[in-house]
């Protein structure tokens, strides 16, 4: 499977700071997906980058694909409580499989 | 309610005992995929299965086998086990297997306790 690296691996943030999250690969990726996992809960599909350079926007939520499509980024702007929960990145390079980043577990501390 | 169905949520079984876990994919779904998480741990790839067939292998331990059946529900086999498979099971099903790889729906998991 795809290998990439997922960093932070943790971060806590105070509501309403930035929080962002990056995935890195040395190969080139075919597309991207991002997911989350709330406390207790099981991963939830957020979005799906495929183009070079992408960029895509969910509310608070901005997802970026890099140009080389070697890495990709997800972006809170003005964190909640309900952002808690583990990002992780889902690469798909061979396109048979679908394996995942090591995640960035985040806290909101109100 | 992502469609995907696991059973059982719990399951507490003895080391050395073997263990069956099983998945129903969302309604339309040709591909299944297991999963193992560990406490605080990340998602490991087991296996892939696509209408019947094993599509793409990950980390499985050779005491871990699975098949999909014609219906397309998948089983997941844990025998000989061991303190450290204690983990949640994830199964996720998508559309396709092939061509791309799609929208991942994840079923709540089951919950392996080995003691």
């Known amino acids: 499977g795809q290998q990439v690296m997922q960093i932070p691996q943790y971060q806590h943030v105070q509501e309403g700071e930035d929080f962002t999250t990056y995935c890195n690969s040395s190969t080139t990726l075919s597309n991207i997906q991002w997911y989350k996992q709330r406390p207790g809960g099981h991963p939830v599909f957020l979005i799906q980058l495929v183009k070079s350079g992408e960029v895509k926007k969910q509310k608070r939520l901005t997802f970026q694909f890099g140009e080389a499509k070697k890495n990709s980024s997800l972006h809170i702007t003005a964190t909640q409580t309900t952002d808690v929960g583990t990002y992780f990145c889902a690469p798909s390079g061979s396109a048979r499989q679908l394996t995942f980043g090591s995640g960035t577990q985040l806290t909101v501390l109100p | 309610d992502s469609g995907v169905t696991q059973t059982p949520k719990h399951l507490i079984t003895a080391t050395g005992q073997r263990v069956t876990l099983r998945c129903s994919p969302r309604?339309?779904?040709?591909?299944v995929y297991w999963y193992q998480q560990s406490l605080d741990q990340g998602l490991q790839f087991l296996i892939q299965?696509?209408?019947?067939?094993?599509?793409a292998k990950g980390n499985i331990l050779e005491r871990f086998s699975a098949q999909q059946f014609p219906d397309l529900h998948s089983e997941l086999n844990l025998s000989s086990l061991e303190l450290g498979d204690s983990a949640l099971y994830f199964c996720a099903s998508s559309p396709f297997g092939g061509g791309g790889v799609t929208e991942a729906f994840f079923g709540q998991g089951t919950r392996l306790t080995v003691v």
């Open positions: 299965y696509y209408n019947g067939e094993e599509r």
């Open positions: 309604s339309g779904d040709l591909s």
